[in-house]
């Protein structure tokens, strides 16, 4: 079963306005992190967010987690056309000495120009 | 360039058949992992290896198999027994620990 799901499911903003996309999940987790799909491609990882940490900036990406309420956002700020892709969030129990993750159905993000 | 390359791009197989999917990073990274996405979902995990000739199965394992023989290798075989094989199968490796996966670009699998 998918331990995350983000909501909205999908989203369409115009260029320069900003994206919020959020992840809720079910059991305790080690780490949470955020991928980028673009159509047809493999998945680029975008941040990683421990249990203990509460915000992480990366650029133009914020990422807030809440773990008494087992949620985290991906805010991009300033969005570009070129930010048009799938987003995921994705849970690492901490289970394996490797990272075990368990993905989310995705947000797909669309950035008119 | 350090990363991973999964082949063919494109894969079509016919009824009772098997075919292998191939997966090779030169990222020295020591766990390796194979998801399948179906359209408009997320990755599911089938299997993964932390470490050379050991192997774990992951979530939808029935009718696949791999084999983990050289660090930087991590066939897929998908077999006859997986009666719904069409989907987009992406490999990932990443380092020990706490760290993020790095993936291929993928290869689509059909059923002629």
């Known amino acids: 079963s998918q331990q995350g799901e983000e909501d909205p499911q999908a989203l369409s903003i115009q260029e320069g306005e900003n994206a919020t996309m959020n992840c809720s999940y079910k059991?305790?987790?080690?780490?949470l992190q955020w991928y980028r799909q673009n159509s047809g491609r493999g998945l680029v990882h975008l941040i990683l967010?421990?249990?203990?940490?509460r915000e992480k900036h990366s650029g133009r990406l914020r990422v807030t987690l809440d773990t008494s309420k087992k949620s985290s956002s991906l805010l991009i700020t300033a969005s570009r056309a070129a930010d048009t892709a799938s987003y995921f969030c994705?849970?690492?129990?901490?289970?394996?000495?490797?990272?075990?993750?368990?993905f989310g159905e995705g947000t797909q993000l669309t950035v008119n120009p | 360039d350090g990363g991973i390359t999964q082949s063919p791009k494109y894969l079509f197989r016919k009824e009772g058949q098997n075919v292998t999917l191939s997966c090779e990073q030169n990222l020295n990274h020591d766990a390796m992992y194979w998801y399948r996405q179906d359209p408009g979902q997320g990755l599911r995990l089938i299997y993964y290896?932390?470490?050379?000739?050991?192997?774990q199965k992951g979530d939808i394992a029935e009718g696949y198999s791999v084999s983990r023989e050289k660090k930087e290798s991590f066939p897929l075989t998908v077999t006859s027994a997986q009666k719904n094989p069409t989907a987009f199968y992406l490999c990932?490796?990443?380092?020990?620990?706490?760290?993020?996966?790095?993936f291929g670009d993928g290869t689509r699998l059909s059923i002629l």
């Open positions: 967010i421990r249990s203990n940490e």
């Open positions: 290896s932390q470490i050379v000739n050991d192997f």
């Open positions: 994705a849970t690492d129990r901490g289970e394996t000495s490797g990272s075990r993750l368990t």
């Open positions: 990932a490796s990443s380092m020990r620990g706490d760290q993020p996966q790095h």
């Open positions: 059991t305790s987790i080690n780490n």
